[in-house]
T-cell receptor, first 115, second 117 residues
Framework: EAQVTQNPRYLITVTGKKLTVTCSQNMNHEYMSWYRQDPGLGLRQIYYSMNVEVTDKGDVPEGYKVSRKEKRNFPLILESPSPNQTSLYFC??????????????FGDGTRLSIL | AQKITQTQPGMFVQEKEAVTLDCTYDTSDQSYGLFWYKQPSSGEMIFLIYQGSYDEQNATEGRYSLNFQKARKSANLVISASQLGDSAMYFCAMRGYSGAGSYQLTFGKGTKLSVIP
């Protein structure tokens, strides 16, 4: 089954404790991205990747890191999480980055709470 | 820069009636794509419908249709014959060129639709 898999689905942690949210897709997609969703703000893009070893900042990259060492995986890293990073996070992928008509396939989301 | 505006934070519709969810966008690009996603209370994002900037006909997918008015920069979602399962958050999004050969997806803030029995 074609899918984008995020883990964990839920996480409660404390300020300053490094964490990684994993994202994996099995569709051989070139383009992957991370979003955060906050009430009243919709989804905002954190980082995106156009292919292996190619990443770039989205609209709200501060406090996050990403890497794309393999085509299928695109982990989101919070080196020193803070309470303002409490949010619902989505990973998404699409087949090609150059084509505007490609819908993004979303993972089921990761609900992150930083105390 | 791209911008998506959804002016209706919440809407109610009677079951079996049609409803229109508004979306306006702003871009200087000539080539772009417009998308609608549904987010039920369970949280997942479900792709509904797509409209390309060069498409001359309005997109339709089952009970969903997109009323695309390019000159007015609007891309309203029409849901016909509403069902209780349509109660969800709906997001309008636009994919346009963001530089370096990449297309970025920009979302509106969403409209919460509630279908009344």
């Amino acid at each position: 089954e074609a899918q984008v898999t995020q883990n964990p689905r839920y996480l409660i942690t404390v300020t300053g404790k490094k964490l990684t949210v994993t994202c994996s897709q099995n569709m051989n997609h070139e383009y992957m991205s991370w979003y955060r969703q906050d009430p009243g703000l919709g989804l905002r893009q954190i980082y995106y990747s156009m292919n292996v070893e190619v990443t770039d900042k989205g609209d709200v990259p501060e406090g996050y890191k990403v890497s794309r060492k393999e085509k299928r995986n695109f982990p989101l890293i919070l080196e020193s999480p803070s309470p303002n990073q409490t949010s619902l996070y989505f990973c998404a992928s699409s087949l090609r980055y150059r084509v505007s008509n490609q819908p993004q396939h979303f993972g089921d989301g990761t609900r992150l709470s930083i105390l | 820069a791209q911008k998506i505006t959804q002016t209706q934070p919440g809407m109610f519709v009677q079951e079996k009636e049609a409803v229109t969810l508004d979306c306006t966008y702003d871009t200087s690009d000539q080539s772009y794509g417009l998308f609608w996603y549904k987010q039920p209370s369970s949280g997942e994002m479900i792709f509904l419908i797509y409209q390309g900037s060069y498409d001359e006909q309005n997109a339709t997918e089952g009970r969903y249709s997109l009323n695309f008015q390019k000159a007015r920069k609007s891309a309203n979602l029409v849901i016909s014959a509403s069902q209780l399962g349509d109660s969800a958050m709906y997001f309008c999004a636009m994919r346009g060129y963001s530089g370096a050969g990449s297309y970025q997806l920009t979302f509106g803030k969403g409209t919460k639709l509630s279908v009344i029995p």
